[in-house]
């Protein structure tokens, strides 16, 4: 008999590589795009770091801050409707008895048969609240201090991620040259990402290894065609 | 008596505003960073628009490609999930009953209360599957067609918003000249787009509004400054 909910076992790996995923997926892509257009444009390494570089921080802030507020958001939506359903089973009992007969009744289960279930629920108010969070409205309680760490991983993850792409432009004396060391070591960043993550979120990870191949690549191209067209 | 599930009522508005909040969101932030970032080292107006709209074009390809391959990602997922418990109602009939059980055991309600809840199930294995699909596995059915249609949103919304800070610099002389203008639209552009998202998803709009200002005004100083320390 399982004793935790599936739900869980689903999402397999934790917030934490979820949030590792959101950001180096992001981060490995879209300054490697974004290096190998300007590559496609301009001669200077400076212009094409500098231009990385802004993009790396603009996109962890942008990231990071967006999923911080996100989770304060979805944490005050959580305590809103858990205040709302504690008032509600006081309150309005028959309403709560009504909504619990008619989620049962999508499933094909008659009133009769629920009259149990509710006398337990009205026995433990407040694990009646407990069971129209999560079946009710589906939500699942927020962990405290969740949303300052997973701000804080997908930014530093962005950085990690951007990093890579970037770096032979550091070393090199073109554009055109850092290009193909850039490509070489992002695809290669990308296929191992891809593969990593499969394996963590249950997809075949040799498929995965090659579905963020083929978006990196054909992000980096779209941008270098671009850039090429317009310089 | 709600006629539908709360769920749909609180992800306010439909998946289409979800995606054009994702996709619009970081593209009037990012790439406006970028730009300002690039005004602060370089005079040409033509690196800054060659650089905004090759970040663009990989932005768009990156969370287009990605929301696609996440969303047929979910329904594979759904499709093997929804097979096993398929079978596991038919061969593995005790287990599936624990299973309720168990579920209900964890709000306090005992086993010979959910009795007849599960003689309506065995009598119904249709419904007693789509029952552990959406309370044991927490899993929605996804939307035929959902993958594309989500893609093609977020990358137009990533376009639409990416051309909003960079407009400017299709017309200025230098890029310095551009920059009052393009911080001038873009905050305006956050401010309406933040107060807008915060009326569909239930955020107060004034706070939604500034939030959005603020993250983007933050990347886009940060990449300011990050760019005129290294030029």
């Keep these: 008999m399982p004793t935790v909910p599936h739900l869980e076992q689903h999402f397999t790996g934790s917030a934490r590589v979820r949030d590792v995923v959101i950001g180096m997926s992001d981060g490995l892509t879209v300054p490697f795009a974004l290096a190998a257009g300007l590559s496609g444009a301009v001669e200077s390494t400076r212009i094409v770091v500098t231009a990385g570089l802004a993009e790396v921080a603009a996109g962890a802030i942008a990231m990071g801050l967006g999923g911080y507020l996100a989770a304060r958001g979805d944490r005050e939506h959580y305590d809103s409707e858990l205040a709302r359903e504690q008032r509600e089973v006081v309150d309005k009992i028959d309403f709560e008895v009504a909504e619990v007969e008619e989620i049962f009744g999508r499933y094909g289960v008659a009133r009769a048969a629920v009259a149990p279930v509710i006398a337990a ?33 997908i930014a530093l993850s962005y950085i990690a991620g951007g990093l890579i792409p970037l770096s032979p432009y550091f070393f090199s004396a073109t554009a055109r040259d850092a290009l193909g060391a850039s490509v070489g070591v992002t695809l290669a960043a990308l296929l191992i990402f891809g593969y990593v993550k499969g394996r963590f979120t249950g997809t075949r990870p040799i498929r995965s290894g090659l579905q963020t191949v083929l978006i990196g690549g054909l992000a980096a191209a779209a941008a270098f065609l671009l850039a090429r067209l317009l310089s």
């Design 121 to 153: 629920f009205r026995a433990r108010p407040d694990a009646w609240v407990r069971f129209m969070m999560r079946f009710e409205l589906g939500l699942e309680e927020p962990d405290p201090g969740a949303a300052l760490r997973s701000a804080l991983t």
